[in-house]
């Protein structure tokens, strides 16, 4: 599930939407990106509904906009759908929401896919069902060397940059608790991301075990200040 996006002639109307799961039952959740500069102060208040929190924005269409949520003012959090995640330098991601085209250009283009999909559509049908074997495959085996390795688990999404698909690709993996993911190197964990694709090969996961030594401590107020400081990754 994308980014709902409504396109105009030189206009796009942008919903963004944060599942209440990821709030960790916060009740204050802002919008902040480069379409307010990154001005806290002028950060998008989001509606709370039934299951996420929602906020629409009016967009010039051309170009590309980093983003991120704001939660009780203190907790960052990444868009679970967004178009694109970049690394920032304070080894935090940014998601990113693509806003290029004009409503002709977007119907120009979904006229191509369209075409596109029509040509290799028994080729990509034939991948994909090799694709789920291999990985039922993998989760038939994972419990088994999960439950020997611990049997218990912390909520990894408190470390900033760290949502519940990545938990669960670090929980295969035998990660799962916060005193392991300390103890877990930069290369393995970014050899994790790697292996389950772009998407999340995007996220950088250098102040990870750093982050959750402090909550293996639980030392919540130095991680919350940290978390803070790094304010969108600018």
């Not at 991120?68 to 679970?80: A, C, K």
């Not at 006229?111 to 090799?130: G, H, L």
């Given at each position: 599930?994308?980014?709902?996006?409504?396109?105009?002639?030189?206009?796009?109307?942008?919903?963004?939407?944060?599942?209440?799961?990821?709030?960790?039952?916060?009740?204050?959740?802002?919008?902040?990106?480069?379409?307010?500069?990154?001005?806290?102060?002028?950060?998008?208040?989001?509606?709370?509904?039934?299951?996420?929190?929602?906020?629409?924005?009016?967009?010039?269409?051309?170009?590309?906009?980093q983003f991120?949520?704001?939660?009780?003012?203190?907790?960052?959090?990444?868009?679970?759908?967004?178009?694109?995640?970049?690394?920032t330098p304070?080894?935090?991601?940014?998601?990113?929401?693509?806003?290029?085209?004009?409503?002709?250009?977007?119907?120009?283009?979904?006229?191509?896919?369209?075409?596109?999909?029509?040509?290799?559509?028994?080729?990509?049908?034939?991948?994909?069902?090799?694709?789920?074997?291999?990985?039922?495959?993998?989760?038939?085996?994972?419990?088994k060397a999960?439950?020997?390795?611990?049997?218990?688990?912390?909520?990894?999404?408190?470390?900033?940059?760290?949502?519940?698909?990545?938990?669960?690709?670090?929980?295969?993996?035998?990660?799962?608790?916060?005193?392991?993911?300390?103890?877990?190197?930069?290369?393995?964990?970014?050899?994790?991301?790697?292996?389950?694709?772009?998407?999340?090969?995007?996220?950088?996961?250098?102040?990870?075990?750093?982050?959750?030594?402090?909550?293996?401590?639980?030392?919540?107020?130095?991680?919350?200040?940290?978390?803070?400081?790094?304010?969108?990754?600018?």
């Open positions: 599930m994308s980014l709902k996006k409504k396109f105009s002639d030189a206009r796009c109307k942008v919903t963004f939407t944060l599942p209440k799961e990821a709030t960790m039952g916060a009740s204050d959740v802002k919008l902040v990106g480069e379409f307010n500069k990154w001005n806290i102060n002028n950060a998008i208040k989001m509606k709370p509904g039934k299951a996420n929190f929602e906020a629409v924005v009016d967009l010039p269409v051309g170009r590309d906009y991120r949520y704001l939660i009780n003012d203190s907790v960052w959090e990444n868009d679970w759908n967004a178009d694109n995640y970049v690394s304070f080894g935090v991601d940014n998601s990113v929401v693509y806003v290029r085209e004009t409503k002709a250009g977007r119907t120009s283009i979904a006229k191509s896919i369209k075409k596109a999909t029509k040509t290799v559509a028994p080729k990509t049908v034939a991948k994909k069902t090799v694709t789920k074997k291999s990985a039922a495959a993998k989760k038939a085996n994972a419990p999960v439950l020997a390795k611990t049997s218990t688990k912390d909520n990894l999404k408190k470390v900033e940059g760290v949502g519940p698909k990545i938990e669960k690709l670090m929980n295969a993996a035998g990660i799962m608790t916060w005193a392991d993911l300390s103890k877990t190197k930069v290369s393995t964990l970014k050899g994790i991301l790697a292996e389950a694709g772009p998407r999340f090969k995007m996220h950088n996961p250098t102040t990870w075990a750093k982050q959750a030594k402090l909550a293996a401590k639980g030392d919540w107020d130095a991680l919350a200040k940290w978390q803070a400081e790094l304010n969108g990754g600018k």
